[in-house]
C-alpha cells in the first residue's frame, strides 16, 4: 500500500528507536528489519532513513561506531544513548496510546 507521506511524518523516529532498542544496527539494516517484520508494508527508503539517523545523533539520542559488518566492510553502526533510550521508552509509550485510541475509534474492523 502507498502511504501519505504526511501520514508517515515521525513515524520513522519511532520506528529507528524501537529497533535501535533491541541492538545495534547500520542503517541498511535499520531498512531492511523494517521490511522485514512489516512483511514488506513499511518499505523505508535510505533517503529517508540515514538523515534522521544523523539528526538523532546531533540530537544525542544516537551514538555510532565503525566496525567490519558481517562481509567484513566498515559500517556505521548506530546505538541508542541514555538519552535515546529515554526517548525510545517515550516513544512507545505515547505509540501505543494513539494507535489503541485509534483502534478505539476506528473499530477492531479497520484496525
Do not use: C, N
Amino acid at each position: 500500500m502507498d502511504y501519505d507521506r504526511e501520514f508517515l511524518t515521525g513515524t520513522v523516529g519511532v520506528l529507528i528507536l524501537s529497533l535501535l532498542a533491541e541492538r545495534e544496527m547500520y542503517g541498511y539494516e535499520i531498512v531492511q528489519e523494517a521490511e522485514r517484520r512489516s512483511a514488506q508494508a513499511l518499505l523505508q527508503k535510505e533517503g529517508t532513513v540515514y538523515p534522521a539517523l544523523h539528526q538523532m545523533e546531533r540530537d544525542g539520542l544516537l551514538k555510532a561506531i565503525w566496525r567490519d559488518g558481517p562481509t567484513g566492510r566498515a559500517r556505521k553502526y548506530y546505538g541508542l544513548t541514555a538519552k535515546g533510550r529515554r526517548r525510545a521508552e517515550s516513544k512507545r509509550k505515547q505509540w501505543a496510546s494513539i494507535s489503541g485510541a485509534m483502534r478505539a475509534i476506528l473499530g477492531d474492523a479497520h484496525a
